[in-house]
């Protein structure tokens, strides 16, 4: 979607060109300053175009922009969002709740029914009525991490590619957060609100399967040629109520690798209820845990900041019926 950010040029100001401006006070990277000077009117001085390397004064008004229409464009078929869970948007960022059974991006033959195709819906209603029909065809959609298709919860978007970069960033420094619910099968002890476990078995694919992930307890103790092939992961929890069956856990990710707490709470024995491909329910009697049709799992908090203005967001998605109802039954007492 079209992106342009201003800056004026503050009196006791040490900068002496635009390209200073935009670094200095935009915290624009060289790439996305040279990926602005070949767009119509991409910088601008006082309303004229101009070169980076132009001086300014006290008071100039330096005008960038950083996406246009066409730039942003990508082929995604849209889809219906009527049934679409806004949570937050502004100029640079939606976040929307997930349900679970959807992909978040086409994949395979899931290609029209994602939820990335009903943002790209809701994107493309909101554009100006007079646009192009060719530049209403197609939206691009950028999730800043995804969810498994049986996980509910939080999912953000961002709206340009700057914010994109920077939200990354976010999740590299650890200050994009998200925190999870989940159940899990067996005991463990309940935590203190501020005491969290630390999980750091690394990861790797497992080689007959498409879809299956493994945690490599002594990694160590396998030969060096698989070594390249181990992901780093780290996952951290707080026991929030438990009994002998059954633990309600929250959870921190610093790695976003796939499967990552469903792989790391089976490495620990104690897999998540519901879960197809890391919990064998013959295991366990029918009687002791209720029944649940998908992996307990629920996105259900997120802490990061706007990418532009740097003020801090707190989110918190309500849980899906399904789980509201499980945690319920589990924890008549618990009100997230």
């Known amino acids: 979607m079209e992106k342009y950010i201003s800056f004026t040029v503050p009196s006791d100001s040490a900068i002496s060109t635009v390209g200073q401006v935009l670094r200095a006070q935009g915290h624009l990277t060289k790439k996305q300053i040279s990926r602005a000077k070949f767009l ?26 950083l996406e246009t229409a066409e730039t942003a464009s990508e082929q995604l078929v849209s889809g219906d969002f009527s049934s679409l869970e806004i949570l937050y948007e502004d100029q640079d960022i939606l976040a929307v709740n997930k349900p679970a059974g959807m992909l978040t991006h086409p994949s395979g033959a899931h290609y029209a029914d994602t939820l990335s195709n009903q943002v790209a819906a809701y994107f493309q209603d909101r554009r100006s009525d007079d646009m192009p029909n060719s530049q209403k065809a197609s939206v691009r959609v950028r999730p800043i991490g995804r969810l498994d298709k049986e996980t509910s919860g939080i999912v953000l978007f ?7 970069q920077r939200l990354q960033a976010q999740r590299e420094e650890h200050i994009f957060r998200k925190e999870y619910l989940a159940i899990v099968v067996g005991y463990l002890p309940e935590d203190p609100a501020d005491l969290w476990h630390t999980i750091s078995f690394p990861v790797k694919k497992v080689s007959d399967h498409p879809l299956r992930m493994q945690a490599v307890l002594n990694p160590d103790a396998n030969c060096t040629a698989d070594a390249s092939l181990l992901l780093p992961a780290l996952t951290h929890y707080c026991t929030i109520y438990s009994t002998v069956n059954w633990s309600l856990i929250s959870l921190r990710l610093d790695t976003g690798r796939t499967h990552q707490i469903r792989v790391h709470m089976q490495a620990l024995g104690h897999p998540l209820l519901g879960d197809s491909l890391y919990y064998k329910k013959e295991t366990t009697s029918s009687s002791v845990l209720p029944a649940f049709t998908r992996t307990a799992l ?25 789980f509201k109802q499980l945690v319920s039954y589990l924890h008549p007492l618990f009100l997230p």
């Open 40 to 65: 119509p009117d991409g910088i601008q001085k006082n309303g004229i175009r101009c070169r980076i390397t132009e001086s300014v004064l006290p008071g100039d008004e330096i005008q960038v922009c």
């Open 158 to 164: 961002a709206k340009n590619q700057v914010a994109a």
């Open 298 to 322: 629920h996105a259900w908090k997120i802490n990061f900041r706007q990418p532009f203005e740097q003020n801090e967001i707190q989110l918190t998605g309500e849980l899906p019926e399904d």
